[in-house]
Structure formats: C-alpha cells, structure tokens
C-alpha cells in the first residue's frame, strides 16, 4: 500500500516553500526516520523524513518546484526494504539494483538527461554524495557541445566550476537561483527602505569598563554557569532593554494609522548563516540573566549554521540588534527589521586616542548606530535612547542599580 509523502503543515505566515533537495531517488530503499527530503521556505528549511521502513515509489515535486501546506509530492511503499534484502532475492536482482544505484541521479536532472539524450554514466556528479545535478547536466551538455567529451572513468578533483574556469579562461560567470531566504530577505529590506522614513543617528562607547568587569569575571562566570561564556552581547542585550523601558516608542511598531506600544521585551539577534541572514528572537529579554542571554545565542548560532531554527523562533521581535563588528565593520547603517521601528548597530572595538579629563589616552572605542522610523520615534527620542545606552555600558553598575 502506497503512502502518500505531503509536504509540512505550513505556519500562517509561510504561504507556500520550494523542494530544495530530494535525499533518496524513486526505488531507493529507506530506513523509518531517514531523511527524504529538504523544504525551503522564507525563513527555515523544513525536513521530511521517512514514516516507515520501505522504498520511495516515485516523485511528483522535483527539486527546484514550489509546494503548498500538506501538498503530496511523493509516494511510499512500506515494507520494501525486508523483500529486496532477503535471502531468497535472486543474486542477479540483488547485482542488477547495485549497479543502478551506483550513479545518484537528481530527479530534475534525470528528467534534463532523458530529455537531451545524454548517458548519466558519462556525466560527473557534484552533488552530495557525487549525486548529478542539473548543473552537472548543463556542464555536461555544454562540454559536448564543444567537442569535448567528459571521461567518466577518470579520477578528478576538479568541480564542475573549475572545469569551466579550465576550458573558458577566468573570464568565468556562474548563474545560480536565489534562495527562498535570500529572496525574502531583499524584499524585507527594499519594503523597509520604501515604506519608512528611515534614519540613522551615532555615538561612540568606551568600552574599557566593559573589558575590564569581563576579564575580571569571565572564568568565574564560566565556571558558575556551565560553559556559557561572557560575550559582549549580554551587556548590549541587558542595556538595550533598560533604555527600551525608558523609551517606550523605541519598542513600539505600526500597524496601518495605529502605534502599538509592546508591553514586553522581546530583543531579535542578527545571526549570519550560509543561507543568509536570520534573526532569532529572545522573548522576554528583560527577565533573563546574563548566563540565560549567553547560553540562547549561543545555541541560536550553532542552530543557524545547522538550518535547524524554528519559524516560531523568528517571528514577533520588538527591537533587533545587530553586530557587524564580528565581520570586521567599523561603522554602518542598519535597516529595519519591519514592523520594528528602530534597529542597534555594534562595530568593531578599535583602540582610538580620547580626551578623558583633559587627558588625552588610548581607548577601545566602539562606533554604535541607530536607525529608526522618524514616522513614530523623534530624533530626540533616538539620541536620547542611544545616549541611554552608552551610559549604562560605560558605567554597567548602572543596570544592576536602574538608575
């Protein structure tokens, strides 16, 4: 009896997602809970697994196709994998289906192969696991074309790009689709700069008090709260939301002709993925503890790189801080998150030479940048905001006393 694979339930804010990559091709036998295929959608990729042990009859959605909310896009059989592994399998079945699964072929791909008349025996596979893409086809396509033909047989290390730069000169283009994440993330930030009066205001920040409370503490701290290291980032996150209970429009948004002012503090953290640019969410960053701030961001950016964020875990931010400083930037303009209305940026810590009581002496300085909607939050609000910051960060007694 045949299962049908559907694609996830989608939350309310994912309309639909596209099949990034199929793991197992049509008669490949799977184990209950392997992984069967990957579903990118705005935010996250979504994994859909094996509900039992069988084979995987066929596909409906190749990669590259979009999928709605419990959309079908494959059929199971259960039970395959003890028929094709018992003993009374003939011995040239068993030789027959190993030499098939010898060249992994995409299912877009083998559609490109079969359509251009082309062997998969003859064509390199770049893939995971050598599996032949659809760029590995077209690679292969244009190499004949020219008269050259790929040696199936001969050992290589050489990618399908390199190839390419091999035959063409380094005059090379490489045309890929644009992710899901990385789309959706262009359309937030062009949207943000065409639908408010975006604003950035500066200040600078000593951080010498800073350093020294961490050096001070850091192993001590460590060692109190198993592991979780005091970064820089809880004393932002810890001062941002003391300055956002004094200036309650900072943490505001719009809605249409309406402000509406958050009673909570839930402070979003710009993370850097190979996917692109996500931004997980710390709820009620005001109660948590210095440990408690270290140890989510620090999960959020192993859980990015892996892709293994929740949707609900990046949705409903009231105020975002981001940290280019990590990369290397010594000063920016950060873009709204929307429906926020204001968005922190930290740089670099660079030592810089400031007057300190008449005295000149070296520092490390640290650019800070606000950007905000001037439609909801005064320029006397932001400076005031920032100016908030730098003093709690410049004198962190301050946010353990609220004054």
Known sequence: MAIEIKAPQ?????????????????????SRDELLVDIETDKVVLEVVAPADGT???????????????????????GQIAESNSADAPVTE??????????????????????????????QGTGKHG??????????????????????????????????ATEAGSRVEKR?????????????????????AMLTTFNEVNMQPVMDLRNQYKDLFEKKHQGSKLGFMSFFVKAATEALKRFPAVNASIDGDDIVYHG???????????????????RDADALSMAGIESKIRDFGQRAQK????????????FTISNGGVFGSLISTPILNPPQTAILGMHKIQERPIAVNGQVVIAPMMYLALSYDHRMI??????????????????????????
């Open 94 to 123: 068993q030789s027959s289906a190993a030499s098939k699964a010898d060249v992994a072929v995409a299912p877009a791909a083998q559609r490109m192969i079969d359509e251009l008349g082309l062997s998969a025996s003859s064509i």
């Open 307 to 318: 892709g293994a964020l929740g949707i609900e875990e990046m949705q409903g931010g009231t």
């Open 10 to 30: 989608f939350p309310e804010s994912v309309a639909d997602g596209t099949v990034a990559t199929w793991h197992k091709r049509p008669g490949e036998p799977v």
């Open 378 to 403: 005064d320029g006397k609000e932001a400076v005031q905001f920032l100016v908030t910051i730098k003093e709690l960060l410049e004198d962190p007694a301050r946010m353990l006393l609220e004054v």
């Open 56 to 78: 995987l009859e066929s596909i409906s959605k190749d990669e590259g196709e979009t999928v709605l909310s419990q959309e079908v896009m494959a059929l199971f059989a259960e």
């Open 264 to 282: 909570f503090y839930d402070v979003g953290v710009a993370v850097s993925s190979e996917r692109g640019l996500v931004v997980p969410v710390l």
């Open 131 to 164: 599996m032949i893409t659809k760029e590995d086809v077209v690679a292969a396509q244009k190499a004949s074309q020219s008269g050259t033909k790929p040696q199936a047989n001969a050992p290589t290390t050489k990618t399908s790009t390199e190839t390419l």
């Open 176 to 196: 890929v689709p644009m992710t899901r994440l990385r789309k959706m993330v262009a359309k937030r930030l062009v949207e943000a700069q065409q639908n408010a």
